[in-house]
C-alpha cells in the first residue's frame, strides 16, 4: 500500500517537475516556499543578483503593483489576477528570456499564494500578426484591402524571376456604373453586391500551389476598396495568359447578381499590367493597372485593356490638362463660339438666321485652342462641367438677346446649346436653367437643348429631367443621331423636338446608297412623330443637295461656315442673301 502511495507522489513530483508552466507558491508576504523548475526558468532572467527567495521582489520592477492588488484582495481564497500581461523584454541578456509572460495569481487562504507563471512570448507574436493581418483584410468581403494588395504585390514584385523566367501580371476591375447601384437600390443594396462579386471573384480565382489549365500558379483575389477589385497572377508561364484570365474574369463577373428578389447585371472594366523584370516598384503597377482601367471606363466600360506606356504620358497630360482647365474656369477663360444653323430650301438656297449653335472653346497659353472633345471628358471627371456648362449658357443666352437687340428680324432665331451626361444628372439643372433664362431675358422658346443620343437612351431619372427641361417651354435636340444605341423604333419614347443626324453619316451620304436610305429613314421616322431634322457637318454641296432630297430641315456645317466668334457671325450674317 505505502509503495502505491510512494508512486503515486512520484508521479506527482515528477508532473510538477515536468509541467511547462511555472507553478509558484508562496506567502502572503511574497516569500517565495516551493517552486518548479520552470518558474525557476521563467524566473531567473528576471534577477541579475541570482536572489529568488521573494516573488514580488524578482517582480518588482516589472509588476511592482503585485503587493498592492493583493492586499486589496478582501475575499479569504480566490483569483487575484488571471492573463496578467508582464512585459519583460528588457531581460535581454538572456537569449532564450521570453520577453513577455502571463501571471496568474490564486490566494489559497490566508496566508498563502500560488502563482502560475507562462511564457506568452507566441502568445503576443500570434495576437500581432492576426492584428496586423485584419489590417489587411477587407471586413466586407475578407479579401486582402489595399494595404494587403501593396503588400503582396512587393512580394511578387521582388521575387527574382530571372532565372524561372516566369511572369507576374496584376489585373485591375472596376465595376461600370456601380454608383448607380447605390443611388438607385442604396448602400446597403451596394453593400450585398459588393460583397457578391468579391465571393465570385475567390471563387473564379485559383489559389497558390498548384498550376491550373493555364500553367499559373496563383491567382489571388484582393479588393482595393469601393467598387474596385484586383487579381494578382503569380508564376505565368508567358504574358499572353494573361488576357485569358483576363476574359474568364470578365464573362464571369458579367453574370448576373441575385440580391433579395431582384437581379442585377454589372459590368466592370479590367485595367492589367504585366510586370517585367525592370518594373518592380508595386505602387507604380498599381498607378499603370489605374491608367489602363481608366482607358477601359472612357471606351464605353466592360472591356479588357492592357497598359501601355504611351497611357502613362497621356494620363500625366491629362493631369496637367486638368489643372490647367481649373485654372482657366476660375479666371473665366473659356468662351464661346457659335456655329450657323441653317434652314436648307429648294434649289440650294439657305435660310442663314434659322439658329446658331453654341460650342464652347478654351485658348490654352501655350496649347492654343484645345477643343471640347479634349477637355469636356475631364470636365465631365472633376466634376467642372457643372461650372462650365452654367457659364456656356449663361454667355449664349447674354450674346443671342444682344443679337435681337442689334439685328431685329435679321438675328438667328434659335440657339442650340449642348447639355453634358453630368449636367442632366444634376438634381436641380431645371432651376438652373430657368435662373439663367430670367437673368439674360433669353425667351424660353427660341432656346435648344442638345442631348446626345446615346445619354436620352439611358433610364427612368433622364426622362424625367427631359419633361423637366420640356415644362419651362425649352426645345430639346438628339445630338449625333446615328452613333449611340437608340434605334428609329424607340425615337417615340423621347420628348424631343428635334433630331441631328450625326455628320459621319451625312459625310457618307453623297456616295453611300446605304447611308442615303439612313437619313431618309431617319427623316420620315422623325416627321411622322412630329420632330424636326438637322443634318451635322455638311461640308460639300453634294452632301447638302442629298440631306435636302431626303427632306432634311436644317444643315449645319462648314459649307456654309465654321464656328465663329459673335461679331464674325454678325459679320457672316451680314454677308449672307435674303432668302427669296
Ligand atoms: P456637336 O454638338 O455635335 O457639335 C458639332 C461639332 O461638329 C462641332 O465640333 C463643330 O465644330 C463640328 N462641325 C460642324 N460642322 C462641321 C463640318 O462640316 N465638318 C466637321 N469635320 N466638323 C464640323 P466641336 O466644336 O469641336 O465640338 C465637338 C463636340 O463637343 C460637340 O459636338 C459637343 O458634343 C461637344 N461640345 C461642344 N461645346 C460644348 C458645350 O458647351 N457643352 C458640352 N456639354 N459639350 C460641348
Ligand atoms: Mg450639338
Ligand atoms: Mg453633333
Known amino acids: 500500500m505505502s509503495g502505491d502511495i510512494d508512486l503515486a507522489y512520484e508521479a506527482l513530483i515528477q508532473f510538477l517537475y515536468r509541467a511547462p508552466v511555472a507553478l509558484i507558491q508562496l506567502q502572503r508576504d511574497g516569500a517565495i516556499e516551493i517552486l518548479n523548475p520552470m518558474a525557476a526558468r521563467l524566473l531567473m532572467p528576471l534577477t541579475p543578483d541570482g536572489d529568488m527567495d521573494n516573488f514580488f521582489h524578482v517582480l518588482r520592477r516589472h509588476a511592482p503593483d503585485l503587493p498592492q492588488r493583493c492586499a486589496d484582495f478582501g475575499a479569504p481564497q480566490g483569483v487575484i489576477c488571471e492573463g496578467l500581461r508582464i512585459s519583460v523584454d528588457d531581460a535581454g541578456s538572456h537569449a532564450e528570456a521570453p520577453a513577455v509572460l502571463s501571471l496568474g495569481l490564486l490566494k489559497l487562504d490566508d496566508n498563502r499564494l500560488m502563482a502560475v507563471l507562462l511564457d506568452a512570448t507566441q502568445e503576443v507574436v500570434r495576437e500581432q500578426t492576426m492584428l496586423a493581418r485584419a489590417a489587411q483584410v477587407d471586413t466586407l468581403t475578407q479579401l486582402p484591402n489595399r494595404a494587403g494588395t501593396l503588400l503582396l504585390l512587393r512580394k511578387m514584385a521582388a521575387r527574382e524571376r530571372a532565372a524561372s523566367g516566369d511572369h507576374c501580371a496584376l489585373l485591375l476591375l472596376n465595376l461600370d456604373r456601380f454608383k448607380q447601384v447605390n443611388d438607385t437600390l442604396g448602400n446597403a443594396v451596394g453593400n450585398q453586391v459588393l460583397a457578391l462579386v468579391g465571393e465570385r471573384l475567390r471563387t473564379t480565382v485559383r489559389s497558390g500551389g498548384r498550376a491550373g489549365a493555364d500553367g499559373v500558379t496563383a491567382e489571388t483575389a484582393t479588393h482595393l476598396g469601393g467598387d474596385e477589385f484586383a487579381v494578382l497572377l503569380d508564376g505565368l508561364p508567358a504574358p499572353a495568359v494573361v488576357e485569358r484570365i483576363a476574359a474568364r474574369l470578365l464573362e464571369r463577373l458579367g453574370q448576373p447578381y441575385r440580391v433579395g428578389n431582384q437581379e442585377l447585371a454589372l459590368t466592370c472594366s479590367l485595367g492589367m499590367v504585366v510586370l517585367d523584370a525592370g518594373s518592380r516598384d508595386a505602387d507604380n503597377l498599381l498607378r499603370d493597372a489605374a491608367i489602363a482601367m481608366t482607358v477601359a471606363k472612357s471606351q464605353g466600360g466592360h472591356r479588357i485593356v492592357m497598359f501601355e506606356q504611351a497611357m502613362r504620358d497621356q494620363a500625366l497630360l491629362r493631369s496637367s490638362l486638368e489643372a490647367d482647365l481649373r485654372t482657366a474656369v476660375e479666371r473665366a477663360e473659356l468662351f464661346n463660339v457659335y456655329q450657323p444653323v441653317v ?96 437673368a439674360s431675358g433669353m425667351p424660353a422658346a427660341q432656346l435648344q437643348l442638345e442631348i446626345t443620343e446615346s445619354l436620352a437612351a439611358q433610364g427612368a431619372d433622364i426622362q424625367h429631367q427631359l419633361l423637366g427641361l420640356k415644362r419651362l417651354g425649352v426645345k430639346l435636340a438628339l445630338d449625333d443621331f446615328g452613333t449611340g444605341y437608340s434605334s428609329l423604333s424607340s425615337l417615340h419614347l423621347l420628348p424631343v423636338d428635334t433630331v441631328k443626324i450625326d455628320r459621319s453619316f451625312v459625310s457618307l451620304a453623297a456616295s453611300s446608297a446605304h447611308h442615303k436610305v439612313l437619313i431618309e429613314a431617319t427623316v420620315l421616322v422623325a416627321r411622322s412623330l412630329g420632330m424636326n431634322t438637322v443634318a451635322e457637318g455638311i461640308e460639300t454641296i453634294e452632301q447638302a443637295n442629298v440631306a435636302h432630297a431626303q427632306g432634311c430641315d436644317k444643315g449645319q456645317g462648314y459649307l456654309y461656315s465654321r464656328p465663329l466668334e459673335s461679331a464674325d457671325l454678325l459679320r457672316w450674317l451680314a454677308t449672307q442673301p435674303a432668302p427669296g
Open 343 to 438: 434652314g436648307l430650301m429648294d434649289g440650294g438656297r439657305i435660310d442663314p438666321a434659322a439658329g446658331v449653335e453654341a460650342l464652347v472653346r478654351w485658348r490654352h497659353p501655350v496649347r492654343g485652342l484645345v477643343s471640347p472633345i479634349e477637355f469636356i471628358g475631364v470636365a465631365e471627371a472633376t466634376g467642372m462641367i457643372h461650372a462650365i456648362g452654367e457659364q456656356v449658357l449663361a454667355a449664349a443666352c447674354r450674346d443671342f438677346v444682344a443679337w435681337q437687340r442689334q439685328l431685329g428680324a435679321q438675328a438667328p432665331r434659335l440657339l442650340a446649346v449642348n447639355l453634358s451626361r453630368a449636367q442632366l444628372a444634376e438634381s436641380d439643372l431645371c432651376d438652373k436653367v430657368a435662373a439663367i433664362l430670367t
